[in-house]
């Protein structure tokens, strides 16, 4: 009998890219309500969208994405979204450490931030979503 090779997962972490905002916004929309357009067709993000930072991939697909939002006392609040058949504890830890990582790199450090100081960031969101809605 022939041993059994264990193929290892080859999970990638890795930034937001814009060419991946299609299917961070169609996972988004699998674990959210939508809202629709005042016309009744398709549907709307709000700032709960946030700003994607990191993305988990599998084989070159989405598996899993991180995004951040700002909370009413100013704070980061990451959050994290996957698929039901890649997203393990385990990539969901990784990507969160890797997507704090990457906003104190970008914005600043996360423990130190007041509401004052995220202003860009909320700013950040508010306009990508806009952009977002316009483009949809």
Known sequence: ME???IKKEDIKLREVYLQDL????TLYG??????KHENGVGTRLTSDFGLPIGIAEKNGKLIAYSRVNIDGKGKPVFQIH???TGGTDTVCKNLSNFSEE???A???DSKEQS???NKPVQSAIDKLVDWLNHCS
Do not use: H, Y
């Open 82 to 84: 996957t698929n039901e």
């Open 115 to 117: 509401l004052l100081m």
């Open 102 to 104: 990457r906003f104190a």
């Open 30 to 35: 699998n674990n959210s309500l939508a809202i």
């Open 106 to 108: 970008i914005w600043g």
């Open 22 to 25: 299609k299917s961070v916004i």
């Open 3 to 5: 041993p059994t090779e």
